[in-house]
């Protein structure tokens, strides 16, 4: 009788697991739907608020992304957003899967960096795949708009990385408005040396905080 | 060839050149000694000179000259206050209390110290003080002697309250500099700084000597580069907002903040010019940083540079005519100058492959921070290129430096007291290195100005 009462109670919690993952997955067009109902500059400053601790943030991340790095940042906006599940039982439509197509094209967009040489700001050869990738995603999705985010190790002068920052996202930019992106749909903003990922002081953690963040900031 | 060394071990193995010799050191000597007596008994202290000894300082605690002392503790605080500014000074050694041996009955005049208690523990000045409370209102009086001599140097009486009792402590101070220098003392100057003790980086003030701390910024964000005008009334500086960086002024006095410049890209540290009419700064406006000349309102007067590089870190000359910034125009961060004359721009600084944050003085040198030997260091250099001096000695790293408003100390950032920055203050040949800032978190990139008081 026990045995029959544990295996039941195993079988309920498995169950509503299965149902609160989904839930999660689905979560996102909701969320995203109601962005687009607010007016835009709300939404860049929203996105800003949510940043700005930046440690928080960038402590999150430095843990995360030993692991796989797509998974990391399906978990992130689990955590940063609250599922609520009648809304998204109510919408397990067929478009939804298309919907997920674009998130997990969406999270590559922003989850795939790309690295600078110490004191430079030219696109090493190696990135190129991926920002042809990002220009492919911008093109199949007119209605993006993204920001980039210039970022510099701890070496130097602040006010030096900071424009060392920015001439590290318009190389970006620029490569990706070479691809036949419009220039106004790309915004670049620094961070100099303000916001690294990694907080060690030798190469290991250097070569990770020179690096472009890409944010999508509005759809 | 042979008559001229024939010549010279004559005079040499002669006993009457030998003799002659002699003489001739000894009548040098006598001068050399007499010269320098001369100085010494004008100016106490020549602080011109590239190093020099420090003078050993005795300053017991102030003794309550009234009748019903209020406020016990002061006496001995004054005294710490003054010993502290003396030693920051990095002119006195101030002599440790414990070892005094006189008796606690003396007094504070002339007549009643027993000069011998001071000499025979190798005190060479003393300082003895006096005050008096009535409520708020405090009366210092303060006596400086040659323990030698006997004879006092300087006296005074002054007028104050008891929660600015620092403030009358420095200037007296300034006062005591002054007799012995001939130059007045820095101790009535401030600090502004970048200090982290929130989690986000906020805009600090305090004294010169780290006391009176006081945040002034609360963005919550991250603001940086404060910089001073040559008054020290207004304070500029970077601050991120959701676009990016925006220059603000913000007005110590009357507590007001102002936006100055923020145009699409970098806003970013901007340097005054010494007339206090126009600012430096950087801006991406034309897609690349470069440095434009901005009046108070932030109204752009003129480009300064065009240059496919980066150009930041904008600092004047005293007379306002040059400008020194960092460009890696060259391929690596170097210090150039820009003469705003002729608008010719030369470079400065060639040794090491990492030069940055110039910083000028109004004794005409020129403070930067350098990275010869991976990691930074301050050091100083002429205006015209020659006469490079290391301020740090390699203690982890050293950065972000600035002068004093008189151009004889210089302030920067080091992590070398376990890991995170905080300020240390410095005599400009980078002598008596102290650190000045004790907060939580990090103290960065100081800017230092007279007290606007």
């Known amino acids: 009788m026990k045995r029959h009462l544990a295996i039941a109670t195993m079988v309920v919690f498995a169950c509503s697991s299965i149902f609160l993952l989904s839930s999660c997955a689905k979560k996102q067009v909701v969320v995203e739907e109601k962005e687009i109902t607010a007016p835009p500059e709300e939404e860049v400053v929203e996105v800003e608020e949510e940043e700005l601790p930046a440690e928080e943030v960038a402590e999150e991340l430095a843990i995360e992304v030993e692991e796989e790095e797509e998974e990391v940042e399906r978990e992130e906006e689990v955590e940063i957003e609250r599922p609520e599940e009648v809304e998204l039982a109510e919408r397990w439509e067929p478009e939804a899967e298309e919907e997920a197509l674009l998130d997990r094209r969406a999270a590559r967009f922003e989850g795939e960096l790309i690295y600078f040489d110490f004191d430079k700001f030219f696109i090493k050869p190696e990135y190129r795949a991926i920002l042809k990738e990002k220009a492919e995603f911008l093109k199949d999705n007119p209605n993006i708009s993204v920001r980039i985010e210039g970022n510099c190790d701890e070496r130097g002068t602040n006010e030096y990385n900071i424009a060392l920052g920015e001439r590290r996202s318009t190389s970006a930019r620029n490569f990706l408005v070479s691809l036949g992106v419009s220039s106004y749909r790309i915004e670049t903003m620094s961070y100099g040396e303000e916001r690294p990922l990694f907080f060690g002081h030798d190469e290991e953690s250097w070569s990770q905080n020179r690096r472009d963040d890409f944010v999508i900031i509005k759809e | 060839m042979k008559l001229k060394s024939i010549l010279v071990s004559k005079i040499l193995f002669n006993t009457r050149g030998i003799f002659r010799i002699l ?147 420095h200037r007296l101070g300034n006062e005591i500099i002054r007799t012995l220098t001939g130059d007045p003392g820095p101790f009535l100057t401030k600090l ?168 000028w003085s109004k004794l005409d040198r020129i403070a930067f921070a350098g990275s010869f030997d991976h990691h930074f260091d301050v050091y100083t250099i002429s205006p015209d290129g020659k006469d490079l001096r290391r301020v740090t000695q390699g203690q982890s790293n050293n950065e972000n430096p600035c002068w004093s408003p008189d151009g004889r100390y210089i302030a920067f950032s080091s992590n070398r007291a376990g890991g995170n920055y905080h300020i240390f203050i410095a005599n400009a040949n980078g002598e008596n290195q102290r650190k000045v800032t004790f907060s939580k978190g990090e103290q960065l990139s100081p800017s230092w100005a007279q007290y606007s008081k």
């Open chain 2, 23 to 169: 003489v001739w050191i000894l009548v040098l000597g006598i001068g050399i000694i007499l010269q320098t007596e001369g100085v010494e008994g004008r100016l106490y202290i020549d602080i011109t000179s590239p190093s020099m000894r420090r003078i050993s300082v005795a300053i017991p605690d102030f003794k309550y000259l009234g009748k019903k002392n209020e406020h016990p503790d002061l006496g001995r605080e004054l005294s710490e206050i003054m010993s502290n500014d003396l030693d920051l000074s990095g002119y006195f050694k101030p002599l440790d209390k414990g070892s005094f041996i006189e008796r606690p009955e003396a007094g504070i005049t002339r007549d009643s110290i027993h000069f011998k208690d001071w000499s025979v523990i190798g005190a060479e000045l003393l300082i003895k003080g006096g005050y008096e409370c009535i409520g708020q209102q405090l009366k210092v009086v303060i006596r400086l002697f040659d323990v030698f001599s006997g004879k006092q140097l300087y006296g005074k009486r002054a007028l104050g309250i008891v929660d600015e009792s620092r403030y009358l402590i």
């Open chain 2, 192 to 359: 502004a700084f970048v200090g982290t003790s929130t989690g986000h980086k906020e805009i600090y003030l305090s004294d010169y000597d780290g006391h009176n701390l006081k945040q002034i910024t609360s963005y919550n964000t991250i603001t940086l580069s404060p910089r001073w005008s040559p008054l020290g009334e207004r304070l500029m500086y970077t601050s991120f907002r959701n676009s990016g960086t925006v220059l603000f002024m913000h007005d110590v006095l009357r507590e007001s903040v102002t936006k100055i410049s923020d145009r699409k890209g970098l806003n970013i540290a901007a340097a005054w010019r010494p007339n206090g009419k126009e600012l430096a700064l950087t801006l991406t406006i034309s897609g690349n940083p470069d440095i434009y000349l901005i009046d108070t309102t932030g109204k752009i007067l003129k480009r300064l540079t065009k240059n496919w590089g980066i150009d930041v870190s904008p600092t004047f000359s005293p007379d306002g005519k040059k400008m020194a910034f960092v460009s890696n125009r060259s391929g690596s961060p170097q210090i150039y100058i820009l003469d705003l004359v002729s608008s010719q721009v030369e470079r400065l600084t060639f040794q090491g492959n990492y030069n940055t944050s110039p910083a």
